[in-house]
């Protein structure tokens, strides 16, 4: 049993009355910050699209606390795609990204060393889409030739997905112009006023335009299926990934990153319906809940259990990297240590059970 700690009465008042509610637990992020637990507590975290379903976990571990709780003080920086906030984390302007796993593949071909140290998502979520308007009848990918098909942003998951689709429709993707249109409600915008003829995106804004029977869904990547049909094995969503140099210098740091992430999806497994959106900024749902929880039906699989990231998982990326990667350059082979880890991952469990 600890010992009571005593203060002389002539100590300030501040003092004691912190020193009381450390002790009764009131004030966990305060006492890690006291206690020196973490390396760089405050952090910035780039991600692409942050009111997106694809990085809900990420919005529970925020709005719950669980980052704060660590000893955190967490910045999230918004971007209108994972190619943008990867860049951001390349300039400087960020500590870490949250986004696709394929990120680190690519990375690492071109020399910057990034390893992802917890998985949120077990499938992409992306989905490919044609516009309604333009194709009422629409047969086959080849009516896309010469079109323009909008996709999140340059060297982002769903552009990679946009290849990996035409080419199972025997077009390449030279043939189309993508065009940058973010993952808000702006992409629906853009594909309403004719700005695109297909769209390549994420929830919640791919339901609002197959509800509002705008798009006709032809690839969907939201579920499991879905995932192991097109990609032709399991395949990882969503991620949070840093350079070599910050996962060896900051240890604790992201460790507590990971026991935050890893607290969200733990509490999403039980999470109904009504928890979520009271969890939920509402401005995330862009006025319209009905179609938020629909959405969310769809993707809930999609939430990984744990944050493991599985090794065949792994090799299915590198392979789909291999054929698609925009520039061309050839991916080395897959070597686990290289880009992920799952030691923050496994000892996150461990703190919660699961």
């Known amino acids: 049993m600890t010992a009571p700690l005593h203060l002389p009465p002539t100590a300030p008042l501040r ?11 009131c004030l966990p992020g305060a006492a890690l910050r006291a206690q020196g637990a973490l390396e760089k507590p405050r952090l910035t975290l780039a991600l692409g699209g942050r009111s997106t379903l694809y990085f809900l976990p990420i919005t529970i571990a925020e709005q ?5 709780e660590e000893g955190l003080e967490l910045e999230l920086q918004d971007h ?26 690519v990375l690492r071909q071109r020399g910057r060393g990034c390893r992802a140290f917890v998985q949120f998502g077990r499938a992409p979520q992306s989905v490919f889409g044609i516009g309604k308007r333009v194709f009422p009848d629409f047969q086959d990918l080849g009516q896309l030739k010469g079109r323009r098909v909008g996709i ?11 290849r990996l689709v035409l080419a199972r429709g025997r077009l390449a993707a030279s043939a189309v112009e993508l065009v940058g249109v973010g993952t808000s409600i702006a992409a629906a915008s853009a594909l309403r006023e004719g700005r695109i003829d297909a769209l390549v995106n ?34 990882p969503g969503g991620c949070l990934y840093a350079p ?4 060896v210098r900051y240890p604790r740091t992201v460790q507590a990153l990971a026991n935050a992430v890893v607290r969200a999806l733990k509490w999403l497994q039980t999470a109904g319906p009504s928890d ?12 319209d809940r009905a179609t938020y929880l629909s959405a969310l039906e769809k993707v809930r699989e999609a939430f990984s259990p744990d944050g493991l990231l599985p090794e065949q998982a792994v090799t299915t990326a590198h392979a789909m990297i291999a054929r698609f990667a925009p520039d061309g350059v050839a991916v080395r082979a897959p070597a686990p240590a290289a880009t992920y880890t799952n ?3 496994q000892r996150a469990r461990q703190k919660y059970a699961s």
């Not at 999140?152 to 946009?162: I, M, N």
């Not at 929830?203 to 499991?224: H, K, T």
């Not at 070599?244 to 996962?247: A, E, K, P, R, T």
């Open 80 to 105: 209108a795609g994972g190619g943008l906030a990867q860049r951001a984390m390349l300039a400087g302007e960020a500590d870490l990204v949250a986004g696709a796993y394929e990120h680190t593949i």
């Open 343 to 345: 030691e923050f991952v």
């Open 244 to 247: 070599q140099g910050f996962i």
């Open 15 to 25: 003092r004691r009355l912190l020193v009381a509610a450390s002790l009764f637990g």
């Open 152 to 162: 999140s942003a340059a060297d982002s998951a769903t552009e990679w997905f946009a």
């Open 276 to 287: 979520i959106v009271r969890t939920v900024p509402e401005v995330y749902m862009s006025g």
């Open 202 to 235: 994420v929830d919640p804004v791919v339901s609002l335009l197959e509800l509002g029977g705008e798009l006709r869904v032809i690839a969907d990547a939201r579920s499991l299926r879905g995932t192991q049909e097109l990609f032709e094995g399991p395949m």
């Open 64 to 68: 719950l606390g669980y980052f704060a």
